[in-house]
């Protein structure tokens, strides 16, 4: 039996205006061309440059009605979609002027060998015939993007019975292996670290030099203790004294642990491009954004004249109101675009101007120890908007300073108590814990409770757990694996 039921709910829905706006603030300065120039591709009522006097003066044939008769979709939006959504386009670079004509010319491309091309090269001049050119082809198609082959012996030969229908042992393998890692760079083709580095030691210009050897000697017989850093076993295992060690030590430490590099011999460089560009000017800070978050837009003037024709002509055409109803669609569109743009500046401004104030002993000086704890809800009480539109305005910008570019992530960091009762900036005490670690001896390195006990001299409150996780955000091993001959 069918019943029916009342029930109420509240829910919230972003307008298509507002998601728009939402997708543009987090877009950062690098991808906004790219954007631009796809929403000047699919609405021809939208256009590049300075809005004309004349038209400034008029008044706006389409504000009138500007929330009327617009066809808006009102199929539910998936948000989580619609923001994750990446942009892409053909203008990424240059100054932004972007000319019709460029489009079929071709870019020349430097020419570069990969790391896999290369090897191959060299197999080539060896005197092999085909079958073990083949085998030596399938085990440089295993040597990872860091030189190394990470792939049991075994498995290669059974991927060689299969794909080439090639029978072989380990043996043989090993045997082709061995000339393949005599090829450059030196220490390639190698199953492991330790294989690595002996290739590389043996195959120096000066092998009988006494400091290879006790180079060799180290890595084959004392590999374990040599990661360990453990020099005083080294130096009874092997029978050397402090100096010899040391200058063997620093001999291994020259090698290449990755010789094929990680990028399979191909370099790829990333800009970043900053949002604002901060200047001092006699102590006075000023915030700009940078040109190329504040594009020239403006609706076309055919369009909107177009528009005001059809106010003044017979509206009974069936024809003629279909087209102007396109022709509205588009010039608000138009105006929805620009007007997120206007507010995209407006947001960007305000939220750096905010950050600025926040942390004006920072910028001043560009000294770390100067920062203050700030987090989200700071900044988005101080200019009255949402965590979550401070978080997308700080996700993905950066600002350009008189001492260096920085992501504005940089300057979000949690507060740490000071005997004083003050919070100073985690920054702050990762600053000082790096400088430690940068004066402390070498041969006796400060061990993390060493390290707190300092810091708690010093006035930072501060746990050995902490310590310990500041010290691996630095990338700053163990005392044992710091220390030095």
Known sequence: ??????????????????IQFIKLLQVPTAELDARIEEELEINPALEEGREEKEESSQEDPFEDNYEEDISVDDRDINLDDYLDEEYSGYK??????????????????????????????????????HRQ?????????????????????????????????????IDELEEILVKIQNFDPAGIAARNLQECLLIQLERKEHPDDPVVQHALQIVQDCFDEFTKKHYSKIQRKCDLTEEETKEAVNLITRLNPKPGGTSDGLVRTQYIIPDFILTNNSGKLEVSLNSKNAPELRISRSYAEMFDAYDKSDKKDKKLKETVTFVKQKLDAAKWFIDAIKQRQNTLLRTMDAIVEYQHEFFLDGDETNLRPMILKDIAEKIDMDISTVSRVANSKA???????YPLKYFFSEGIATDSGEDVSNREVKSVLQSMVDQEDKKRP??????????????????RRTVAKYREQLQIPVARLRKEL
Do not use: C, W
């Open 133 to 169: 050119k083949l085998i030596g082809q399938q085990l440089i198609g295993s040597i990872e993007n860091d030189g190394y082959i990470r792939r049991d012996l075994e498995a290669i030969i059974n991927d060689l019975a299969f794909s080439q229908n090639i029978e072989t042992d």
């Open 1 to 18: 039996m069918q019943k029916l039921n009342l029930s109420q709910t509240l829910s919230q829905k972003l307008s298509p205006q507002q």
């Open 399 to 405: 600002v350009q300073t008189e001492f260096g570019v």
């Open 92 to 129: 990424m670079q240059g100054d932004g002027n972007y000319n019709p004509d460029d489009e079929d010319r071709e870019i020349p491309i430097s020419s570069q060998t990969s790391l896999h091309e290369q090897l191959i090269q060299q197999l080539n001049f060896l005197k092999l015939d």
């Open 446 to 463: 400060l061990s993390d409770d060493k390290l707190v006990k300092l810091l708690n001299q010093k006035g930072y409150n501060i746990a």
